[in-house]
């Protein structure tokens, strides 16, 4: 599916203070623009594309869910002193715990086994190449020095300190990319951020604390809160990314307006649709992946157990083996994978986290070259696997990634016969150099190993003479 452009315009959205001439001009669709979540932008293909060009090689990030919800497991001593089940980081609206009791778990915070530098190396070893953390989610609480809003980790904590500062720099220094997540739409502290009320009828805002949904004015809290704490967030930290969530009620201009503020500020800072009303530069999905990609730029992020922070009991961990062929199948579609940790009240990442995320990155040490810098396969469904692929003008080079080992030693690939110039296995130490034979009709046989060199899955590398001339 190609990506184009079409000059859809949507309506005169007032574009504040536009420099760049392409930035006058109505939003236009950047992807299909018949889905319904395809990104609109101010900016010219080629704008969006620079910004985008180091994202869609990294292709695999780590996302952090770290806040006072991870005290105790996203669990909260009820007045008996046993722990309540939060049920997840959602823990002070599924309780409906009132704002200054909430605000009390801040005065017991103090992650003293907080690493930045074992966090990043972690990520590193996993095969990531960004971090995303949570700068502030839905309790309102800034895990970032904020001096707009003293309900902050380094203002209301014995600890102090001021953990996103100290995990950017450990990220520059080890050239991994960061990027900050920030609720939008929702902040469960704020008296003015009204309920978007969803067919389910779950009202998402604070309703025990601030009743009256009639009083709530949502620009009194983007104009009191969002703003400076983005305007902090943008020129203490740099980020590279901004991770908006759960954007509700936040108006088309207001949209419009972050775009604006984040690129005057920091103008290569990638941001995510999750900044409303179909602004942004690239789609997400969340806990999966979309059958066949997107055309506009895509990340699905998703947990490693089944809770974004930490939840006490949940060892429940995908098996590195799903977690390696979700990135590949993302990958194949032209897709990045943020992959979720959820840190303790302490500040280490959970065992069974940093298990799979040492053996994905075992797997990618030898595979890497099949998942970084590749784009989206040229084919259709295929029976073995996935695959990927990486065009340049001299030829193309096709990674198949076979997870169903053919039987018989025979690997069938839609690639008409004699466009292959040659075929590898890569396995430990050298790739194997593999024989190749036409094969019935318009395919091509690649004749492999009685056995996968692999169980998670094994990488064929396919040089093809010219640009691939495939059929689905
Ligand atoms: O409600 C949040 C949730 O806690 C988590 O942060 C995810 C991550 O994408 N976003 C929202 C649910 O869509």
């Not at 002070?92 to 200054?100: C, E, G, S, V």
């Not at 949570?134 to 953990?163: E, L, Q």
């Not at 009194?220 to 991770?243: A, G, M, N, S």
Request: charged letters at 25%; hydrophobic letters at 35%.
């Amino acid at each position: 599916m190609k990506r184009f452009l079409s000059l859809a315009c949507f309506g005169a959205l007032p574009l504040l203070g536009q420099t760049n001439t392409a930035k006058t001009a109505a939003p236009i669709d950047t992807g299909d623009a018949h889905a319904a979540q395809a990104l609109r932008t101010t900016d010219t293909p080629a704008e969006l594309s620079a910004r985008l060009a180091w994202w869609r090689d990294a292709r695999f990030g780590m996302f952090i869910h770290w806040g006072l919800y991870s005290q105790w497991g996203c669990h909260y001593p009820g007045p008996d002193g046993r722990l309540q089940d939060g049920l997840g980081e959602h823990m002070m609206m599924r309780l409906k715990i009132p704002r200054a009791a909430y605000a009390k778990i801040a005065d017991l915070f103090n992650p003293v086994k907080f690493d930045a530098e074992t966090w990043v190396a972690t990520a590193q070893a996993a095969g990531m190449k960004y971090i995303v953390i949570t700068s502030k989610h839905h309790d309102g609480f800034a895990m970032f020095d904020s001096p707009s809003n003293d309900y902050n980790i380094v203002k209301r904590t014995p600890w102090h300190r001021d953990p996103v500062k100290e995990l950017a720099e450990a990220c520059r220094r080890h050239g991994l990319r960061f990027g900050v997540y920030y609720s939008l739409g929702r902040d469960w502290d704020d008296p003015d951020v009204p309920t978007d009320l969803k067919p389910d009828g779950w009202r998402r805002s604070n309703t025990w604390d601030f009743p009256d949904e009639d009083k709530k004015d949502f620009t009194k809290y983007f104009e009191r809160k969002v703003k400076p704490q983005l305007r902090e967030l943008l020129t203490q930290y740099h980020p590279d990314i901004l991770w908006f969530d759960t954007p509700e009620r936040i108006k088309p201009a207001q949209s419009g307006e972050l775009m604006i503020l984040i690129h005057a500020l920091q103008p290569g800072c990638i941001v995510n649709q999750r900044v409303g009303n179909r602004y942004g530069d690239y789609r997400v999905a969340e806990q999966e992946i979309p059958a066949g990609g997107w055309s506009d730029a895509w990340e699905s992020c998703m947990t490693l157990n089944h809770h974004w922070g930490y939840y006490l009991g949940d060892e429940d961990f995908k098996p590195v083996t799903t977690v390696v062929r979700n990135l590949i199948d993302i990958a194949s579609k032209g897709g990045n994978f943020l992959l979720n940790v959820g840190p303790t009240g302490e500040g280490v990442f959970p065992a069974g986290s940093v298990e799979r995320l040492r053996a994905t990155g075992e797997w990618l040490a030898r595979n890497g070259e099949a998942i970084y810098g590749t784009t989206a396969s040229p084919f259709g469904k295929l029976e073995w696997g996935r695959c990927t692929q990486r065009v340049t003008a001299t030829g193309t080079t096709l990674y198949l990634h076979i997870f169903d080992w053919p039987k018989g030693g025979r690997l069938f690939i839609p690639v008409q016969p004699g466009n292959v110039a040659s075929a590898a296995l890569l396995v430990d130490g050298p790739a194997r150099s593999l024989r190749v034979v036409d094969g019935p009709g318009q395919g091509t046989m690649i004749l492999v190993p009685e056995s996968a060199p692999n169980k998670i899955s094994s990488t064929v590398v396919v040089q093809i003479k010219g640009p691939a001339t495939v059929r689905d």
